[in-house]
């Protein structure tokens, strides 16, 4: 239901923005997260939107950005200066329930996108 893309091979200081679209029709309904997974490391938080667009983000904020068009069915995820350390899968996930506001909580999100690969060279 989560179709994720725009990963790749990037050299450190780029950018990517990654793509996250959903099928069916409630998009508009669903919270939106963004999260990560480096080799040997725990899957973290990134950014999340509201289906208000509402965002939040981790303590990576400065560099990554989170926004949704409704209309498409589309959450993005815009990475900037892009270091190394950045190297991951990228994952994204709906929140499907009616709770009030966006979380950063992987267990809160209950479908979650194939994941696209983000490689970030020195």
């Known amino acids: 239901q989560l179709q994720a893309s725009g990963g790749g091979l990037v050299q450190a200081g780029g950018s990517l923005r990654l793509s996250c679209t959903a099928s069916?029709?409630?998009?508009?309904?669903?919270?939106m997260g963004w999260f990560r997974q480096a080799p040997g490391k725990a899957r973290e938080f990134v950014a999340g939107?509201?289906?208000?667009?509402?965002t939040i983000h981790s303590s990576l904020k400065a560099r990554f950005t989170i926004s949704r068009d409704n209309a498409k069915k589309t959450v993005y995820l815009e990475i900037n200066s892009l270091k190394p350390e950045d190297t991951a899968v990228y994952y994204c996930?709906?929140?499907?329930?009616?709770?009030?506001?966006?979380?950063?909580?992987?267990?809160?999100?209950?479908?979650w996108g194939q994941g696209t690969q983000v490689t970030v060279s020195s």
């Open positions: 996930a709906a929140d499907r329930s009616q709770r009030y506001g966006v979380r950063s909580i992987a267990s809160d999100y209950d479908v």
């Open positions: 069916g029709d409630m998009f508009t309904s669903y919270h």
């Open positions: 939107i509201s289906r208000a667009g509402g």
